[in-house]
């Protein structure tokens, strides 16, 4: 059996409409403020209920038919749905909602914030702070040979350069067909370097 729930039967009334009010003041785009409407409206959350793997409990525990489920799950070590229900809305209620909950001594203040996934602002990333595009490998003494495969704007390319104390010694590269994976251009790369 499994039992579905709308979110928006999660709040009370006066949150839900506080929470479409606060998304109307926000200034983004209408089509945006909208799918987070629907999105609150129906969501649903889906929770497997005990009488669902009841068949499968009897099966292992070797029990007669007449033991009660929760019996089963007690013997079984399973959290029993109704406790199960309460953990999990006392978790969404501490951890999403950011609101105190009275189950288990659960605490606000021992969930952190979830992590944003940047620390800057793009417009503030330098590249050049980042990256050096100056020389930085080691050079091999003796005869070292690069090569590449790349794909750009429906075209494939493979090539290879060989490389003696700093100066190149041979250079090739080749087009190959538009249905060439960067894969093949690698492998072709290698195979006239070895040639």
């Not at 499994?2 to 506080?18: E, R, T």
């Not at 649903?44 to 099966?59: E, S």
């Not at 490998?137 to 040979?145: K, M, R, S």
């Not at 087009?175 to 790369?189: C, I, K, S």
Request: charged fraction near 20%.
């Amino acid at each position: 059996m499994v039992i579905s729930l709308d979110i928006q039967g999660a709040f009370d009334h006066l949150q839900y409409n506080s929470i479409r009010n606060s998304l109307d003041g926000i200034n983004f785009p209408s089509h945006t403020i909208e799918t987070l409407k629907d999105i609150l409206t129906d969501w649903k959350v889906t929770i497997q209920t005990a009488q669902g793997p009841r068949k499968f409990l009897l099966n292992i525990t070797g029990a007669y038919s007449v033991t009660p489920t929760a019996a089963l799950q007690v013997i079984e070590r399973i959290i029993p749905f109704h406790i199960k229900a309460e953990q999990e809305a006392a978790y969404f209620r501490t951890a999403r909602l950011r609101k105190k909950t009275n189950y288990n001594n659960f605490n606000l203040n021992n969930y952190e914030d979830g992590t944003t996934s940047t620390k800057f602002h793009p417009a503030n990333f330098q590249l050049e702070d980042r990256i050096s595009l100056k020389k930085q490998f080691l050079l091999v003494p003796g005869l070292n040979i690069y090569t590449d495969g790349s794909r750009m704007e429906e075209k494939t390319g493979s090539a290879f350069c060989v490389v003696e104390e700093d100066t190149a010694k041979y250079e090739w590269m080749a087009e190959l067909r538009p249905f060439n994976t960067v894969f093949q251009a690698y492998l072709f790369a290698l195979y006239e370097a070895c040639l």
